[in-house]
T-cell receptor
């Protein structure tokens, strides 16, 4: 069965600190996708990034970076020089392959609440 | 594009009442989903649809029904509302054509059953 674990329920940092959000997953699929979503206090869910299981290159987008390691089944998310606007709940998600070979269903972790204090 | 829209934004129901949460997407996405989000519990899939006329149960379907008569619309019906259905409901869609599978979410409906 699919499973996504975000062991950190809450993290609190001071502005300009770096912070890493952990995500560990379990799947039997050989082809899968991993995602990160952001849910700011306003409540909407915002897509941040997608990685497929064949691409283990790390990715950087501005202050955000992602570290995908198949060997440890982890897909961690780092925010460099955090800002107050980064305060949000962050969800990691894993796709599931259906009988037709499509990866359209997602399993979400329970989320990590990040609070960045000024 | 408006993306995924949901109505209403807020609703208070009395126990035993029924209602329909509306969801519409204008991105011509094949797949649509309904989730509920309870505090500290992440998102749980209620129902999903892979195309017009096709729906299937997710992890927590009891107490809900769906239909998908068009590509754009995916309403969620609550029959005989119960306090356990107090939650925030999100509708989402994704595209088979893109083969990227990221889901795009509506703004959510906050439902309270008292």
């Amino acid at each position: 069965a699919q499973k996504v674990t975000q062991a950190q329920t809450e993290i609190s940092v001071v502005e300009k600190e770096d912070v890493t959000l952990d995500c560990v997953y379990e799947t039997r699929d050989t082809t899968y996708y991993l995602f990160w979503y952001k849910q700011p206090p306003s409540g909407e869910l915002v897509f941040l990034i997608r990685r497929n299981s064949f691409d283990e290159q790390n990715e950087i987008s501005g202050r955000y970076s992602w570290n995908f390691q198949k060997s440890t089944s982890s897909f961690n998310f780092t925010i460099t020089a955090s800002q107050v606007v980064d305060s949000a709940v962050y969800f990691c998600a894993l796709s599931e392959v259906d009988s037709g070979g499509s990866n359209y269903k997602l399993t979400f972790g329970k989320g990590t609440l990040l609070t960045v204090n000024p | 594009n408006a993306g995924v829209t949901q109505t209403p934004k807020f609703r208070i129901l009395k126990i035993g009442q029924s209602m329909t949460l509306q969801c519409t997407q204008d991105m011509n996405h094949n797949y649509m989903y309904w989730y509920r989000q309870d505090p500290g519990m992440g998102l749980k899939l209620i129902y999903y649809s892979v195309g017009a006329g096709i729906t299937d149960k997710g992890e927590v379907p009891n107490g809900y029904n769906v239909s998908r008569s068009t590509t754009e619309d995916f309403p969620l019906r609550l029959e005989l509302a119960a306090p356990s259905q107090t939650s925030v409901y999100f509708c989402a869609s994704s595209s088979r054509a893109m083969r990227s599978y990221e889901q795009y979410f509506g703004p959510g409906t906050r439902l309270t059953v008292t």
